[in-house]
């Protein structure tokens, strides 16, 4: 405060903030104004047009269908996400505890799935787990089932597979990204003062990469949450997921409105589940970066 | 083994320890007795294997080959957990996301002591680094010093029988340095335990131990008291690195007993005394420290040479004059006069006769 006043603000300070606030308004402020806008709009034959009107979120808590979906997206979302986290943090761990060079390979290892098309690593899973897919016919021909079990493919499983296949990586790098800020001292201090590997581990790598591994799992959590592409292509009826809903009204019941709403819905559900996390896990020092 | 040689038994001892580093040889076949009760200093500069020897004590490195033993048991092979040994790091490494209780608790609940026990403990240590009151503060909240008390604090609280400390002073300005070092002190002569530190610093090194390892390129050069490190260097990089002194190449030209060599240098004939036999003719190098060379006429021994020479340069530093001269045979001397007020003016181009006695001299052995 003291500074402030005493030196004075340098320039102006609100024409330096201009670009800055403009980027924000335009690519973030400004569609979701426009999202929550719309979810009050009527859709009609002729089109969406400017109304008032709560009869899209009307719809959506009289229908029981509605809720249930959501829960189902929950579940999934939360399942991914830990599942993720529980893949990615030994294969972070392992990584960040190579040499230099070794490392940056294995970090291009990492990547290289991710330079394919999400949808074609969301397919690939079809000749996987389809009824004549790989899993399938190995376990045949090891005489493990006799007939091809079905479940495997357009099943809520199948989804969570997918879904954690592709975004396992913005689960890993944040991890990685904190294991690699741990300083090398400081796992010796605990060493050197009686902590046996293992308690290394626990009392002190888990908890400095913590922040890491929040972070990861807020972002895989929102974008499984959202996903879309997988479940369509992986869930069939019983996988779908709020995403394939939301989608539906847009794409193919041309009721815009209500699709805005269905999205209004999913943001808030989200939001909500952020704060409720965000009370027991500090947050804001996960995406402040403070390890 | 006699209950009298138990009283100055060896806490650390090192035997023909060697250690490579793929192509690079860190340690060179390196043999080191550190007594019980030592505040022992390993100095040498960066990268001469002060640091790998005390991360091979601590068990955070294992040497190539040779011998480790801790209170007479080899502990080779045994990871730091089960040493008997603390370390302060040269960073400190305190635990980040730990209040300065946890961090100092944390070898205790290792060590799966009580809650209680734990508790008095770290009220005890802290009374001892005079950080009480300091419990909940989260690291990021403390001032250097006060995060220098704390891993302090960490590692003494756990009652190591050797204190391993890697330069931890390295981080503080020179007000915090020396009042840490009358900490450090204190804390030895409270605990009496074995502290071996790591310094790069040779005042430091002096003013803190009672014995001193120097070390270069990977061996131990010379091991003694600070007297004895200040007063008698060895080799010629001994007395480069501590302290400042006049390297003078010269020849035998007289040997006569008790080892009292007579040595002509630049044309000026010198006495002093050697801790080998030499023979006539034998190529020396003399180390004569600048602030033991004299004035003339001051309380000069029978032993004492005088030098007339001419004044060079001359700078002033504080407590002392610094004048370099040169004597007609083409001597140059380096000396702090350090007694101004019967040392005249001494300017440039005004004679002066440097007066150098046998005790102040050393004959290197290299």
């Not at chain 1, 929950?74 to 986290?85: D, W």
């Not at chain 2, 320890?17 to 192509?23: H, L």
């Not at chain 2, 991360?55 to 080959?65: C, D, K």
Request: with cysteine; proline share 5%; charged share 15%.
């Amino acid at each position: 405060m003291t500074g402030i006043r005493a030196g004075g603000p340098i320039g102006r300070p609100l024409l330096l903030a201009a670009p800055a606030s403009l980027w924000i308004a335009l690519f973030t402020l400004a569609p979701f104004v426009l999202l929550v806008a719309v979810s009050f709009w009527v859709s009609g034959y002729y089109g969406t047009r400017p109304d008032f009107s709560l009869s899209n979120y009307a719809r959506i808590f009289q229908n029981e269908l509605y809720g249930l979906q959501l829960l189902k997206t929950l579940r999934i979302a939360l399942v991914s996400t830990l599942l993720a986290l529980v893949l990615a943090y030994p294969v972070a761990w392992f990584i960040s505890r190579q040499a230099l060079r070794m490392k940056t390979l294995l970090i291009l290892v990492l990547f290289i799935p991710f330079w394919v098309n999400y949808v074609v690593r969301a397919f690939v899973w079809l000749p996987i787990l389809g009824r004549s897919g790989a899993i399938n016919s190995a376990l045949l021909r090891l005489g493990v089932i006799d007939t091809p079990v079905d479940g495997l493919l357009y099943s809520e499983g199948a989804v969570i597979v997918g879904l954690v296949y592709v975004y396992t990586l913005f689960m890993t790098l944040p991890i990685l990204l904190t294991l690699e800020r741990i300083d090398e001292n400081v796992l010796d201090a605990a060493r050197d003062l009686g902590a046996a590997p293992l308690q290394v581990f626990f009392r002190v790598v888990l908890p400095l990469s913590w922040p890491g591994a929040l972070a990861g799992c807020v972002m895989v959590f929102l974008l499984t949450l959202s996903a879309y592409v997988t479940p369509q292509l992986l869930g069939g009826p019983s996988g779908l997921m709020f995403g394939n809903l939301i989608a539906s009204q847009f794409l193919g019941g041309n009721n815009w409105a209500f699709g805005a709403a269905l999205s209004c819905v999913l943001v808030a559900v989200a939001l909500a589940v952020l704060a409720a996390a965000g009370r027991w896990i500090k947050l804001h020092r996960v995406l402040g970066g403070a390890a | 083994m006699s209950e009298a040689t138990s009283a100055r038994r060896a806490a650390v001892e090192a035997r023909r320890v060697t250690k490579r580093f793929g192509e690079v040889l860190a340690l060179d076949d390196v043999s080191l007795e550190i007594g019980e009760g030592d505040f022992f200093a390993l100095l040498g500069p960066s990268g001469c294997g002060k640091t790998t020897l005390l991360r091979i004590m601590g068990g955070f490195e294992n040497p190539s080959s040779g011998e480790l033993m801790i209170g007479g048991r080899s502990v080779l092979g045994q990871p730091p957990y089960l040493r008997p040994t603390n370390m302060i790091f040269q960073h400190l490494a305190l635990f980040p996301h730990m209040s300065v209780f946890e961090n100092i608790a944390f070898g205790l609940k290792m060590r799966r002591e009580t809650p209680g026990r734990i508790r008095a403990k770290v009220e005890e240590v802290l009374a001892l680094v005079r950080l009480q009151g300091f419990e909940s503060r989260s690291i990021d909240q403390l001032s250097g010093g006060q995060k220098q008390r704390v891993a302090m604090a960490r590692a003494l609280v756990n009652g190591p029988s050797v204190l391993l400390l890697d330069e931890p002073l390295g981080a503080l300005d020179l007000q915090l340095r020396l009042q840490m070092h009358d900490e450090l002190r204190r804390l030895h002569r409270d605990l009496g335990s074995t502290f071996i530190f790591v310094t790069h610093d040779q005042a430091e090194a002096i003013t803190l131990a009672n014995r001193i390892a120097v070390m270069n390129a990977g061996r131990v050069l010379q091991v003694g008291t600070p007297e004895e490190i200040y007063n008698a260097p060895q080799t010629r990089f001994v007395a480069q690195f501590i302290g400042q002194s006049n390297l003078i190449e010269g020849r035998v030209v007289e040997a006569l007993p008790q080892r009292r060599l007579v040595v002509e240098c630049a044309g000026v004939r010198l006495r002093c005394r050697s801790s080998a036999d030499m023979k006539p003719g034998a190529p020396v190098t003399l180390s004569l420290r600048y602030e033991r060379v004299g004035l003339a006429n001051a309380r000069g021994g029978a032993d004492a040479v005088a030098i007339p020479s001419l004044i060079a340069e001359r700078t002033f530093l504080g407590s002392a004059v610094r004048i370099t001269a040169r004597s007609a045979s083409g001597l140059t001397l380096v000396a702090d006069i350090a007694d101004l007020e019967h040392a005249g003016p001494l300017s440039v181009g005004s004679p002066v006769e440097l007066q150098v006695s046998e005790r102040s001299i050393t004959v290197l052995q290299d």
